[in-house]
């Protein structure tokens, strides 16, 4: 396989990787909608309160995303996206686990924080990943994951808290999101594996999607 064709092949497993990870995000910062009044019972909180865990986590989203479009702009951008979706896994696996309503905000809002600085920087990495007449085809990919997300995922993670609770729904969440933390962490590594033997200039793209 010529390193043309690896290159083409890893930037777009790039971009559906991207893909999937919008979908993870979005899910998981609307999913406890459907499962507010389950989550209030269990924890023994009105069902008002429990709704912090959405309202606090779409402002604390809104806010970081602002800060992060310069606080974060000189970061690699690879390795930021892995340890991003570790966090958002994270924030999933302690909500999954936890019987105290604070703890549970907590993570969401540890989640919040990944889920607004994921947004500072997606909406320009599609368009850095490909070709100039490619970008709006990335773009659909990438964004298409919020739209499934919306109008598949959240419905899903839903049927899943109804039939097996609520919990082993954050589980699902957490397992996306070291699923597509380990594909960018993959592709990071063969990125770097490359540098080591094809020449920049013969190769400007992988310096960009690298």
């Known amino acids: ?3 043309s064709l690896i290159v083409g092949v890893r930037k777009w497993f790039a971009v559906v990787m991207l893909g999937l990870a919008a979908f993870t995000v979005v899910a998981t910062e609307l999913a406890p909608i459907g ?3 389950t989550i209030a019972d269990e924890m023994g909180e009105s069902t008002s309160k429990t709704g912090l865990v959405v309202t606090i ?3 604390l989203g809104a806010a970081t995303a602002l800060i992060s479009v310069t606080v974060l702009s000189h970061l690699p951008r690879r390795p930021l996206l892995v340890g991003l979706m570790l966090f ?5 696996v302690i909500s999954a686990y936890t019987s105290n309503f604070e703890l549970l905000l907590a ?5 919040a924080v990944a889920h607004g600085a994921f947004w500072a920087m997606i909406g320009s990495l599609g368009a850095q990943l490909v ?5 709006g085809r990335a773009t659909a990919i990438i964004f298409g994951g919020v739209s499934s997300a919306s109008v598949l995922g959240v419905p899903l993670i839903n049927w899943i808290s109804s039939y097996s609770g609520w919990r082993l729904s954050f589980v699902v969440l957490a ?3 070291v699923f597509t933390a380990l594909a960018f962490a993959q592709v990071y590594l063969v990125c770097l594996a490359l540098k080591n033997w094809v020449k920049s200039n013969s190769y400007p793209l992988l310096e960009t999607i690298c």
């Open 1 to 3: 396989m010529s390193s």
């Open 175 to 177: 397992g996306l999101s």
């Open 35 to 37: 499962m507010l009044s």
């Open 131 to 135: 070709a100039s007449n490619q970008v």
């Open 88 to 92: 958002l896994a994270l924030s999933n």
């Open 107 to 111: 993570a969401r809002l540890l989640g």
């Open 57 to 59: 986590y779409a402002w």
